[in-house]
T-cell receptor
Framework: KQEVTQIPAALSVPEGENLVLNCSFT??????LQWFRQDPGKGLTSLLLIQSSQREQTSGRLNASLDKSSGRSTLYIAASQPGDSATYLCAVKNTGFQKLVFGTGTRLLVSP | GAGVSQSPRYKVAKRGQDVALRCDPI?????LFWYQQALGQGPEFLTY????????KSGLPSDRFFAERPEGSVSTLKIQRTQQEDSAVYLC???????????????FGPGTRLLVL
């Protein structure tokens, strides 16, 4: 059974810092991995999707990497801003399945 | 364009009541998913539809949970005889295609927050 873990559970940084969020998964037979952002009381917004054959994806100040063999992904946020404050969720889709398996998230607070 | 919408946004039910939660996916999206998110946790998969066919219901926690998508668009998640442990946010997501390329990204609705007293 696929299990997804995210560390840290919470992170507080001053504005402008670069930061890294970690995600690990137990079953390396994944089809893809997604990073989502969730704001309080709202749904999830997809940030980046990495196919299993890819090593990384970039969008603006965000960069996500994937090391399938070691079961790890990282989300790098450059020059953090208060507007980045949210919960960040990592989710994997296993080969042969349609559902996403989520981690418990990292709560990020960026202070001005 | 319009995203995934869900209604009601909030629902308070007395234990034992039946509830129905509605999801309107993005128009034309083939796949539809329901997830349950407990407080402080990540979403957990409940069930999946491809058009009107329910292809995976392995995540439904009990036979009190029932989902349908009769015409391949709007979906309803029904919970019978609600229990306190059913209190959670119920998220609906849709995607354009089954798999392959950016079209498989799941787009999530704002969720329905269910509180069972």
């Amino acid at each position: 059974k696929q299990e997804v873990t995210q560390i840290p559970a919470a992170l507080s940084v001053p504005e402008g810092e670069n930061l890294v969020l970690n995600c690990s998964f137990t079953d390396s037979a994944i089809y893809n991995l997604q990073w989502f952002r969730q704001d309080p009381g709202k749904g999830l917004t997809s940030l980046l999707l990495i196919q299993s054959s890819q090593r990384e994806q970039t969008s603006g100040r965000l960069n996500a990497s994937l090391d399938k063999s070691s079961g790890r992904s990282t989300l790098y946020i450059a020059a953090s801003q208060p507007g980045d404050s949210a919960t960040y969720l990592c989710a994997v889709k296993n080969t042969g399945f349609q559902k996403l398996v989520f981690g418990t998230g990292t709560r990020l607070l960026v202070s001005p | 364009g319009a995203g995934v919408s869900q209604s009601p946004r909030y629902k308070v039910a007395k234990r034992g009541q039946d509830v129905a939660l509605r999801c309107d996916p993005i128009s034309g999206h083939v796949s539809l998913f329901w997830y349950q998110q407990a407080l402080g946790q990540g979403p957990e998969f409940l069930t999946y539809f491809q058009n009107e066919a329910q292809l995976d219901k392995s995540g439904l926690p009990s036979d009190r949970f029932f989902a349908e998508r009769p015409e391949g668009s709007v979906s309803t998640l029904k919970i019978q005889r609600t229990q306190q442990e059913d209190s959670a946010v119920y998220l609906c997501a849709s995607s354009l295609v089954l798999a392959g390329g950016p079209g498989e990204t799941q787009y999530f609705g704002p969720g329905t927050r269910l509180l069972v007293l």
